[in-house]
């Protein structure tokens, strides 16, 4: 056969492989092929992939032979030339394989799977006298059906494990196997009815109420089908039921005589109201300002920093600048850290832009995601406005306008596990890049290298908006002296005096109470009195954290978990305390304390529900709630209007956390907390519980002196060479053996300093050194500015390639987290 132009094409496949794969396709595929297309491929012995074309060309592959690609899913592309692009740039940048840039982007409801199917083998003849009486069963099913999946088999003998029956007929060669793709996506359908075509007219429709005088339910539910169909086309049986209060057997009556037709009707899994909009609300002075100093910001930069203290308006600006936007018909992508954020700001939103809006994160079903990807690749009215988490960064945009990162600071945009390790907002800024289009980011307190970014470096635009809406106080922050509380003994439990005189006040002016503890659980620590025994996990290096509404011991790495014990387990002591204290414990005192106030708590166990988020936000704001426990997904810009005090039990679990970034957090966070109170025309009061109230990161706190908090940790920086004076490479091991990974680190540590000499930290130890009974080593490779990164990437690549080519490392793991902070 004389070749065409295009005789190959490489796929991306759904795995972590080092280079594309190169398949052969035919002289027909290649003038419907495009990049962007699903293609079914053979990978291995037996398996069956769904892979992306990545390219089309001419060259076949050196190193072995290419096979037929086997089926073509696509009618047209489901990425676009502009994601491949992003594809590219967090592979290279991130150091991970395009595989797993594909498996993080695409919904998994695109990566059709296969399945092994059996079927008899009609070549030979069966000796079904040898066949044993779970075998005779197979054949008799067989015999009804072609073939069958090997999962139904242990359904028809009512066996969980059925493999050595499997492999008895495969040695008698009486079955074949052969892998098959199955579509995972199920659109969602609704049964509606419509009058039959014969009642059309005005006469016939008469006629039949006439007929249908005697059947007073039939006729009701014809003339209510009328009724509905002149708001909506669609008439769903459910509401044609509910409006005539009618039954199922009713309806099924008239499509009998042919008066009704069923049909089903495909929707989105998810919509929003299209009702009458807003207008915009108008701007204050301040604000006003900051979107005309925005707009000239951005005749100069691609990314501006809006620096506007919290409760200052923030959003307004945004929406009058996705207003802009989306006038010209392009798409906006606005980024939250917290999936908590996005009920309450697609809320606000959805009066101004309706169902212009669509929403993507990670508690969205396969099929949700699915739906919206669909609806943003295919530029549609109902994805003009794409609220998301961190993974819709990833979507495919067709004509992208503004990026808007609010909380741009936080740490929930970075991606640690599996890779690819991105971050969500530096991701953003170059798919901004790659649209000509523009970014803000916005925070109250902002990242420092964003802030250095901006002040020091003039890379990015500086606006400042340091006045809260309406002119309230910003909130007053009190220090709370906890050594010296404890020695006066003015302390219940973990709550001071003054906290709880100040709760004591709130509720009785009417107003709710916010009380943060970045720790869940009851006690993180529980341990025998007799002999001090503590119950740790067994699959990794850490203590059980009690949960006392479970009655449950259970580790925060791996999941496992035990009862309670009512003994130690070590020496039968009957003594068993708790040591430290977390959210469900300050729930418990609190409740004990002011036993008429409702209390709530908003953590990781009360949030697990996919509507669990909007059910704590929606009761807080509407007063059902007046004092609510949380950890840190309490402080990240949700707007509550009826906060008058925020209390923090212990700030310096935050500050003496070992990480070089614990200042710079702890200030964030406690701002952040702090910016929940007092968001009206009430100015709010933060107690903050400390050992240290002299610590300078707690007095920048009080005074909210971003400023000096800001140039005291970038001077530390500069003497000790950390971000953004360099850049940071995390390398960790990890290996099931101890020595395996000791020996492991060290030969790559001492292989990296022959290249990177004193820019390399480590091998050492983290905090908890082994997850999941597998060891973990670190080690920190320090990349000073004037080091070009491209060249450094391939010397660590090179390093990585020798290091998993040496017999005694090839079991160990190898992780590259890039900016790992």
Known sequence: MRLTKCDF??????????????????????????????????FGKRNIYTALVYKLHQSPPTAYEAKSIHSILDKSPILNSFQFRLWDWISSYYMCTMGEVLRASLPSIFLLESETLISLNKSVDLELSSFSDDEYLIYEALQQQSSIKINEISTILNKKHTFPILQGLIGKKSIVLEQEVFEKYKPKLIRCVKIHSDYASENSLQGLLDNLKRSAKQRELVVNYFSLSNVNPQ????????????????????IDKGIFEVYLFQIDRVKFNDFELSISKSLNKFQESALKKINTSFKTYDVSLLHGVTSSGKTEIYVKKIESIIAQGKQVLYLVPEIALTSQLVHRLEQYFGNQIAVYHSRYSQNERLE???????????????????????????????????????????????????????????LATIFKAKTILGSATPSIESYYNAHNQNKYGYIALKHRFNNVLMPEIELVDLQDKYKRKQMTNHFSNRLINEIKDTLLSGFQIILFQNRRGYSPVVSCNTCGHTPECPNCDVSLTFHQYKNQLRCHYCSYMMSMQNSCGACGGLEIDTKGFGTEQIQEEIENLFPDAKVARMDLDTTRGKHSYDRIISSFENKEIDILVGTQMVTKGLDFRHVK??????????????????????????????????????????????????????????????????????????????????????????????????????????????????????????????????????????IPQNYSLLKTKFAINKIKTTFLSTKNYRGVRLIINVDNY
């Open 645 to 782: 005090l925020v209390g923090v039990l212990n700030a310096d679990q935050l500050i003496n956390f070992p990480d070089f970034r614990a200042h710079e957090r702890s200030f964030q966070l406690l701002q952040q907390v702090s910016g929940r109170s007092g968001r009206t025309d009430v100015r709010g009061k933060v107690i903050i519980q400390t050992y240290n109230p002299n610590h300078s990161i707690l007095q920048h706190v009080s005074i909210n002196d971003f400023e000096s908090m800001f140039f005291e940790q970038l001077e530390e920086r500069r003497i000790y060479k950390y971000p953004p004076f360099c850049r940071i490479i995390k390398i960790t091991l990890k290996h099931k053996d101890y020595n395996k990974v000791n020996d492991g680190s060290e030969w790559l540590a001492s292989s990296l300093r022959r290249v990177f000499y004193s820019n390399v930290l480590g091998p050492e130890f983290p905090l908890v050194s082994r997850i999941r009974n597998q060891y973990h080593k670190n080690i920190l490779l320090k």
């Open 9 to 42: 094409v490489d796929v991306i496949l759904p795995l972590p492989l080092e280079r594309n794969y190169t398949y052969a396709i035919t002289a027909a595929e290649a003038k419907f092929i495009k990049q962007g297309f699903r293609v079914t491929v053979p």
């Open 372 to 430: 919206v990807w669909n609806q943003v690749l295919n530029n549609s009215n109902s994805a003009r406005v794409i609220i998301g988490a961190r993974s819709s960064v990833l979507l495919p945009f067709h004509d992208l306008g503004l990026v808007i990162v609010d909380e741009e600071h936080e740490q929930s945009y970075k991606q640690f596990d599996p890779a690819p390790r991105y971050h969500a907002r530096d991701t953003a800024i170059v």
């Open 235 to 254: 008439v769903k049986v459910s509401e044609l039921k509910v409006k005539s209060n009618a039954s199922s057997s009713q309806v099924k009556a008239l």
